[in-house]
């Protein structure tokens, strides 16, 4: 990888050919479409079993002065989920954490479009969340009765061009994904009968949508804050390929004039303790971060021989990655979310 990181081409308006091909590559700028049912073989038992192993997801955190909030929506073969969570940045305690579970297409649904028209909603006993792209904002929503409710709105045009990605999977599967930020918040979120404005918040919102192999796991994390005056975004995956074996798949630093690749970094976790903090490093040492973990979300679920795990953690990332020129950029105290994602089925 050169010292400057290489201009990306535009992002195709579909994740797949006019052949059924994907079109495998990382670039500049939103998908219009990742719309992977062409791929769904012939008959009804092979349709059955691609569509167990189809997931699609958004995510968004959003990154304020005191509070980090999570909200997820996930359609993913036979179980659907939605979960919303905020944990104050000082102490560390998570203020408020509600998930629920149901069946993709009932429950929940998530578009194929991660851009321009993006829909993802999740309704159950006591919860509704939405996501909505209306022009050029992201409406959030969400209702929790009296414990939580949610109104936001992220300027898509307030910050760098997303980044996007089309990749393989094993096992012949196929993925895309796609990582905007950081995105200007203005909103009010009500927790618990605090009110907490959110102007001022930098937002990162993700996109995913894959046929996954039937076993999988990986770990992620998502920042955002400032450096130097400056807003910036990272998207950082470890376990997930990228196009090709030696890139460094969805790794990637979204700040003016646009996103960054990143070299492919490891995640060096301590399986015993979800307090120790996590080391994120590339082998050459030009990505160097720690993050240090707070609140803790977990989900688990269950249906059939279908299990998943997530474990999801709020804190603050600090260290050093190459910049847009290639500078050495230091970052400090950035609020972060990181994840540990586990599936089979």
């Given amino acids: 990888m050169p010292a400057d990181s290489p201009r ?37 038992l092979a349709g059955l079993r691609h569509a167990a192993l189809t997931r699609r997801w958004q995510s968004v955190v959003l990154a304020g002065r005191d509070h980090v909030v999570a909200l997820d929506v996930i359609e993913g073969g036979l179980l659907a989920g939605g979960s919303i969570w905020v944990a104050e940045r000082r102490s560390g305690e998570l203020l408020f954490d509600r998930a629920g579970a149901g069946l993709p297409g009932l429950s929940a649904t998530v578009g194929a479009r991660p851009g321009a028209g993006a829909r993802a909603s999740f309704v159950g006993p006591g919860i509704a969340l939405a996501i909505e792209r209306r022009s050029d904002r992201y409406q959030l929503e969400a209702d929790v009765g009296d414990g939580l409710r949610l109104e936001a709105r992220l300027d898509a045009g307030g910050g760098p061009e997303p980044f996007s990605l089309v990749a393989p999977l094993p096992g012949a599967g196929v993925r895309a994904a796609q990582a905007a930020g950081p995105l200007p918040v203005d909103g009010l979120l009500t927790v618990r009968g605090r009110e907490v404005p959110l102007g001022g918040a930098l937002a990162t919102i ?26 910036v975004a990272l998207h ?38 979800t307090s120790s903090p996590w ?4 082998e050459d040492g030009r990505v160097e971060l720690i993050f240090r973990p707070g609140a803790i979300h977990r989900e688990a679920r269950t249906l059939l021989l279908l299990s998943t795990r997530r474990v999801q953690l709020a804190g603050e990332l600090s260290g050093h990655l190459p910049g847009p020129g290639g500078e050495r950029l230091h970052v400090a105290d950035l609020a972060a979310r990181a994840e540990e994602t586990w599936s089979r089925g």
């Fill in 8 to 44: 990306l081409p535009r992002a195709p308006a579909s994740a797949l050919g006019p052949t059924g091909a994907p079109r495998l590559g990382a670039y500049a700028g939103s998908l219009g479409a990742a719309d992977l049912s062409p791929l769904s073989p012939p008959g009804l």
């Fill in 206 to 231: 993700e996109f995913g949508a894959g046929i996954f192999p039937r076993e999988i796991s990986w770990r992620k994390l998502t920042a955002a804050g400032r450096s130097g005056g400056r807003a």
């Fill in 236 to 273: 950082l995956v470890d376990g997930l390929p990228g196009p090709a074996p030696e890139d460094g798949g969805e790794g990637v630093l979204l700040v003016d004039p646009g996103p960054v690749l990143l070299p492919a970094v490891a995640f060096e976790v301590d399986p015993a303790s």
């Fill in 279 to 282: 080391r994120i490093a590339s």
